[in-house]
């Protein structure tokens, strides 16, 4: 009985939000997210944690474009498809943030169905704390919940869609390939209302309604979108595209810091539709950034009613722009305005060791024996 009258609730919630969806074609909508950017403390923490336990690939290791004393990661699958960045600004001197409203404050990713004792067993074995699996939509879905080094919250999501991801796996990685991460699953947004929020998901970026679990309401791109077909005719899948606004409001705003996420990124094809989707978004009366190009992607920010920073992002250039895809990650790669001062950054940036240097050097050693 109370499954029903939920369903009946989620109906009628989802009636009401898309019936306002906007006019225009639908190729003007995002298609789900591209990246997510939190803030870190200590770089080589944060390395080691994404590539060693979580088994994810590091893709590119540059500078913050608009602090370049600090390095900007990013993690993703084996050439950083858009969906499946995970990025980091590594402050080791900053506050610690708190998580709440106004904030993405969860990062899901996506695994099989069949890994959920894999991982649990992998994350116990590496002393990191996990929790779960706990059910998610009637059902629909297994979630794991663990904090990284700086208490930043991850989801591992097990459901049927982690089967059309295969193309979205760090296959060189320390996980398994029929365990491994698949991109992101979801991004979790935290709010004191949902309405506003809600409206700019569905009438500006072409989300729709999908369901209500308690204070969880879903959000997700049109299946057309998500998924589109290769050279060969067969259908893939594109990326992420779920969101859920958690309405909270009774729970204290967030503070930006160490361990909290600094913004959720859209993903859209072309810089000709990126112009489009800020076009209106300002007639929606939001106060969007001009586009700035951050030479893997070009980018438009604005804040959503609740506070939270969205990005708009482009699919191209792509992070193969500047290095081979087995280089991916291995050089400290800079923009070109900021080539004449490396010899500078290369002495305040801290070192670090990347994995794929590591790897070398234990097949050299190897060599040797």
Not at 67 to 92: K, Q, R, S, V
Not at 271 to 298: E, M, S, W
Not at 315 to 339: A, Q, R
Request: with cysteine; hydrophobic share 35%; aromatic share 10%.
């Amino acid at each position: 009985m109370v499954k029903k009258v939920t369903m009946k609730k989620s109906q009628d919630i989802a009636k009401k939000i898309n019936s306002t969806k906007h006019g225009n074609d639908m190729q003007e909508d995002i298609l789900g997210v591209h990246h997510v950017t939190a803030i870190a403390s200590d770089p080589q923490k944060n390395i080691d944690f994404y590539t060693q336990i979580l088994g994810l690939r590091l893709v590119k290791l540059t500078v913050n474009f608009d602090d370049p004393t600090t390095y900007h990661l990013y993690f993703g699958d084996e050439i950083g498809h858009p969906g499946t960045i995970l990025t980091f600004f590594p402050w080791p001197n900053a506050p610690k943030g708190l998580r709440g409203t106004g904030q993405v404050i969860s990062i899901s990713f996506s695994i099989p169905v069949h890994s959920i004792n894999y991982w649990v067993d992998r994350l116990e074995s590496k002393k990191v704390a996990v929790l779960g699996p706990a059910k998610r939509f009637s059902d629909i879905e297994e979630v794991l919940t663990l904090y990284d080094p700086d208490g930043l919250e991850l989801e591992l999501v097990a459901n049927r869609s982690g089967k059309d991801k295969m193309h979205y796996v760090w296959r060189e990685g320390p996980v398994p390939v029929e365990h491994a991460i698949r991109g992101f699953h979801s991004v979790t947004l935290s709010e004191v209302g949902y309405e506003y929020t809600a409206h700019v998901l569905t009438n500006e970026l072409g989300f729709k309604f999908l369901s209500q679990d308690g204070s969880r309401f879903r959000f997700q791109i049109s299946e057309t979108k998500s998924f589109g077909r290769n050279k060969n005719g067969k259908q893939v899948y594109h990326g992420s595209d779920i969101v859920d606004l958690l309405c909270l409001p009774g729970a204290l705003y967030g503070i930006m810091g160490v361990g909290t996420i600094h913004h959720v990124a859209w993903r859209t094809p072309s810089d000709k539709q990126q112009k489009v989707l800020r076009a209106r978004i300002v007639k929606a009366g939001l106060n969007a950034t001009p586009i700035i190009d951050r030479t893997y992607f070009h980018s438009v920010y604005f804040r959503e009613p609740g506070g939270v920073l969205f990005e708009i992002a482009t699919n191209p250039p792509g992070f193969t722009i500047d290095e081979k895809v087995e280089e991916l990650g291995t050089h400290l790669k800079l923009p070109p305005w900021l080539e004449s001062v490396r010899k500078d950054l290369e002495k305040v940036l801290p070192p670090v060791r990347l994995p794929v240097m590591e790897k070398r050097q234990q097949a050299l050693d190897e060599e040797q024996l």
